[in-house]
T-cell receptor
């Protein structure tokens, strides 16, 4: 049973608009959450993270929101650019944990 | 970019043969991980290490073994490769586990024929 879920396998957005990628988790022990971006034939690249003591973290065009009661987080990209087209993975880890658990990924396509 | 090197980058091997993938880091990070990426499954943890000679199993460890004799090297071995082990394998490193991010290598594409 997947502990980290990304229920949308793919998402298409027009350039300049907002992209919203969603992630749900089931393990209440998770305390730290991360988003990774992956281009074909490359390794995943760290994008942004959030600790469970916060509900929002912002870095340039990227904002991650965390709703602990709903066990839900989302990544907002504003404005979306064609170079953002990639697979995005949500990941989680417990604060005293040793390994990261990843979701299945969402493929984002930003259309010019 | 974090100093992580995976070798080989590509390999084709026959069913039943042993295969070893190598991950080398220059960051002196404590934690090292091996993941495999398959369509529909994302990244699944095979094994990880929390120090020299300290390793533990992940979600999909059957058919794989690991060794870490030095801080900088983490080896993944398929004792007898099967077609179900055809995948892209990623090594990752992390300084402190639960409070820091993990950094990934470029991946190794393994095909078992």
């Amino acid at each position: 049973d997947q502990q980290v879920k990304q229920n949308s396998p793919s998402l298409s957005v027009q350039e300049g608009r907002i992209s919203i990628l969603n992630c749900d988790y089931t393990n209440s022990m998770f305390d730290y959450f991360l988003w990774y971006k992956k281009y074909p034939a490359e390794g995943p690249t760290f994008l942004i993270s959030i600790s469970s003591i916060k509900d929002k973290n912002e870095d340039g065009r990227f904002t991650v929101f965390l709703n602990k009661s709903a066990k839900h987080l989302s990544l907002h990209i504003v404005p979306s650019q064609p170079g953002d087209s990639a697979v995005y993975f949500c990941a989680a880890i417990a604060i005293d944990g040793q390994n990261f658990v990843f979701g299945p990924g969402t493929r984002l396509s930003v259309l010019p | 970019d974090a100093g992580i090197t995976q070798s080989p980058r590509h390999k084709v091997t026959e069913t039943g043969t042993p295969v070893t993938l190598r991950c080398h880091q220059t960051e002196n990070h404590r934690y090292m991980y091996w993941y495999r990426q398959d369509p529909g499954h994302g990244l699944r943890l095979i094994h990880y290490s929390y120090g020299v000679k300290d390793t533990d199993k992940g979600e999909v460890s059957d058919g794989y073994s690991v060794s870490r004799s030095k801080t900088e090297d983490f080896l993944l071995t398929l004792e007898s490769a099967t077609s179900s082990q055809t995948s892209v394998y990623f090594c990752a490193i992390s300084e402190a586990g639960g409070t820091t991010e993990a950094f990934f290598g470029q991946g190794t594409r393994l095909t078992v024929v």
